[in-house]
């Protein structure tokens, strides 16, 4: 089974992000110097990558697989608890945060995220179990040949819930949180179920991906192509929505530029086109700089994040990250912090700032030590994915995410958490089922 080496995808992140960094039309501003948290950020990759070093995929060569019966069962079970979860979903949607029913959904959607535990003990209870019908449509992509049509279709209308809520929620991070995971995932199923030739691109005499070169005829590049069309013009529409709410219009550049004692400063020539540009032509240029600006701004809020934090050795020890699941001890009455309230140390919030960010945050320098240990289980991963392992393949797609998202956005915090709290449930069902069960 051919997937990503781990530590080829943190290069490849670090390629994405600076090939939008050499060309937005901004210069970050930041007080304080740059050293000291890129120092820390080298050392966290060089541990992660030691960590890596430590496993060796012989030791996993003699593993069982899974039989074909045992992923049927567990898909059909994991389907109907993603089932279950999103028809509360649906019903939270409609009847409690009325995000489904609302004139303006944009104006909905701030309403709501100034609330905790919006959707009451249901709302929990739906987080938890919708992200269940990802995880039956990854299996489903990875194993669709063992699987009844009328299932396997069935699995992928469920399974486009989250994709359906974020649209509604006027978010990007979902869309490129699942749909990143379903290429993953479906560029593993490429080399389990059809025999392609690759295109192998290099850099420097270093292979740093393969791509199935069937993937370059018409009927697959054209539709390619109008969907990451189509995803400009739906980011290029949120940003223009935020501005309509907001009336910035004709002085959003300036705006932008005063926003938090200057962070950005706008070429002249940006400027220039902006401000001769007509409403619907400013509206594009702002939307496809804060597309290239989602990529190439988090290594500088990075550095601002640490500059600005007094402490060197961590501040929550994992409940910032992982706050998500506070809420379940929250919501039976357990004093303790809101995510608002652990914000309160951020000079600037609402704002990505890589995968290290928050980690920084949560572990400080100690976090050096946990990324060392965080290679070993990515590798562990790694290894029963390249073997062929269902459970695995689907959950390093996720890691893979992560992975190659990681110099610009943390997707383990959050509402991002419930997926892999999904996946970690999966790893655990499967291991706890035996290969030869029979469900009479």
């Known amino acids: 089974m051919s997937v990503f080496k781990p530590f080829k995808l943190v290069l490849i992140s670090f390629l994405i992000w600076l090939f939008f960094y050499v060309q937005i039309s901004v210069e970050y501003i930041y007080n304080g110097s740059a050293l000291f948290p890129i120092t820390v950020l080298f050392f966290y990759i060089l541990f992660f990558y030691l960590g890596l070093k430590t496993i060796h995929i012989k030791k996993y060569i003699n593993k069982i697989k899974p039989s074909k019966s045992k992923i049927k069962q567990l898909l059909t079970i994991l389907f109907i608890i993603g089932f279950i979860g999103v028809l509360l979903k649906f019903y939270i949607g409609f009847f409690k945060t009325g995000i489904f029913t609302a004139q303006n959904i944009f104006e909905k959607r701030l309403e709501n995220m100034g609330k905790e535990l919006s959707g009451g003990a249901i709302g929990i209870v739906a987080?938890?179990?919708?992200?269940?019908?990802?995880?039956?449509?990854?299996?489903?992509?990875?194993?669709?040949?063992?699987?009844?049509?009328?299932?396997?279709?069935?699995?992928?209308?469920?399974?486009?819930?989250?994709?359906?809520?974020?649209?509604?929620?006027?978010?990007?991070?979902?869309?490129?949180?699942?749909?990143?995971?379903?290429?993953?995932?479906?560029?593993?199923?490429?080399?389990?179920?059809?025999?392609?030739?690759?295109?192998?691109?290099k850099l420097y005499g270093y292979r740093l991906v393969q791509i199935p070169k069937f993937l370059f005829k018409k009927k697959i590049l054209i539709p390619a192509l109008l969907v990451v069309v189509l995803f400009i013009g739906y980011s290029v529409k949120v940003v223009g929505d935020r501005m309509d709410r907001f009336r910035f219009g004709n002085h959003a550049i300036r705006i932008m530029e005063m926003k938090n004692n200057k962070w950005v400063k706008f070429d002249e020539a940006f400027k220039a086109e902006f401000y001769n540009a007509t409403k619907e032509e400013q509206g594009k240029l702002i939307g496809i700089f804060s597309l290239k600006h989602y990529f190439a701004h988090g290594v500088i809020e990075y550095i601002r994040l640490v500059n600005h934090l007094d402490k060197k050795t961590g501040y929550y020890y994992g409940e910032y990250e992982f706050n998500v699941f506070v809420k379940f001890f929250k919501a039976v009455g357990v004093p303790l912090r809101s995510f608002t309230e652990?914000?309160?140390?951020?000079?600037?919030?609402?704002?990505?700032?890589?995968?290290?960010?928050?980690?920084?945050?949560?572990?400080?320098?100690?976090?050096?030590?946990?990324?060392?240990?965080?290679?070993?289980?990515?590798k562990k991963v790694y290894c029963y994915a390249k073997l062929g392992f269902?459970?695995?393949?689907?959950?390093?797609?996720?890691?893979?995410?992560?992975?190659?998202?990681?110099?610009?956005?943390?997707?383990?915090?959050?509402?991002?958490?419930?997926?892999?709290?999904?996946?970690?449930?999966?790893?655990?069902?499967?291991?706890?089922?035996?290969?030869?069960?029979?469900?009479?």
Not at 137 to 163: C, D, H, Q, R, T
Not at 180 to 188: C, D, E, I, Q, W
Not at 365 to 374: A, E, P, Q, S
Not at 427 to 436: A, D, E, G
């Open 390 to 440: 269902t459970q695995y393949v689907i959950f390093y797609g996720y890691l893979c995410t992560i992975i190659i998202t990681s110099f610009f956005i943390n997707f383990l915090l959050g509402s991002s958490s419930y997926f892999l709290f999904a996946f970690i449930i999966t790893l655990l069902l499967f291991r706890i089922v035996p290969n030869n069960l029979k469900i009479v």
């Open 127 to 201: 987080s938890v179990m919708y992200p269940f019908s990802f995880i039956a449509i990854s299996i489903a992509i990875y194993n669709f040949k063992i699987l009844n049509k009328f299932f396997l279709i069935l699995i992928i209308l469920v399974g486009m819930y989250p994709f359906i809520e974020g649209y509604f929620m006027g978010g990007r991070s979902t869309f490129a949180l699942l749909g990143t995971t379903m290429v993953f995932v479906m560029y593993a199923s490429f080399f389990k179920n059809f025999n392609i030739i690759f295109l192998k691109i």
């Open 342 to 378: 652990l914000n309160e140390i951020l000079s600037r919030k609402s704002v990505y700032s890589t995968f290290w960010g928050p980690f920084y945050i949560d572990f400080g320098l100690f976090g050096v030590i946990i990324m060392f240990f965080m290679g070993r289980f990515v």
